[in-house]
């Protein structure tokens, strides 16, 4: 999140940042904090009068054989219109759990890289 124009920051659930405000809980894409005792909830790209923006580093891995992708798009968008950055990645030839090595669906390669690419996200965002 971003506080006051200050640099982006990120908070764990309990953490409070230098300026006072207090991650409390994220869930659906709602983030609720504490400000000056009072608990807000915000959305992606949503401030307030103390100018708390909160931001988001989404990351996305997909199969081309699956119907779990057809929420992407709306997500896309309301990640853009939020002014979030992310990143997507679509692995040709790949089917749902292509990533889980005790199933035929196993893809060597689109899961050495799509975890090489998770790791850096996390160290990243999180680090």
Same mark, same amino acid.
């Given at each position: 999140?971003?506080?006051?124009?200050?640099?982006?920051?990120?908070?764990?659930?309990?953490?409070?940042?230098?300026?006072?405000?207090?991650?409390?809980?994220?869930?659906?894409?709602?983030?609720?904090?504490?400000?000056?005792?009072?608990?807000?909830?915000?959305?992606? *790209?949503? %401030?307030?009068?103390?100018? !708390?923006?909160?931001?988001?580093?989404?990351?996305? $891995?997909?199969?081309? /054989?699956? +119907?779990?992708?057809?929420?992407?798009?709306?997500?896309?968008?309301?990640?853009?219109?939020? *002014?979030? %950055?992310?990143?997507?990645? !679509?692995?040709?030839?790949?089917?749902?759990?292509? $990533?889980?090595?005790? /199933?035929? +669906?196993?893809?060597?390669?689109?899961?050495?890289?799509?975890?090489?690419?998770?790791?850096?996200?996390?160290?990243?965002?999180?680090?």
């Amino acid at each position: 999140m971003k506080i006051n124009d200050r640099s982006l920051q990120t908070l764990r659930i309990g953490e409070v940042s230098p300026e006072g405000v207090k991650l409390l809980d994220v869930r659906d894409g709602i983030a609720t904090l504490e400000v000056d005792g009072r608990a807000i909830n915000m959305r992606i *790209g949503q %401030s307030t009068m103390t100018q !708390t923006v909160l931001t988001a580093d989404a990351q996305g $891995h997909f199969v081309t /054989t699956a +119907r779990i992708n057809g929420m992407w798009p709306a997500y896309e968008a309301a990640l853009k219109s939020a *002014g979030a %950055s992310h990143e997507a990645y !679509t692995y040709a030839g790949t089917q749902h759990g292509f $990533h889980n090595n005790s /199933t035929p +669906r196993y893809n060597e390669a689109a899961a050495k890289l799509s975890w090489e690419r998770t790791v850096a996200h996390f160290k990243k965002h999180l680090a």
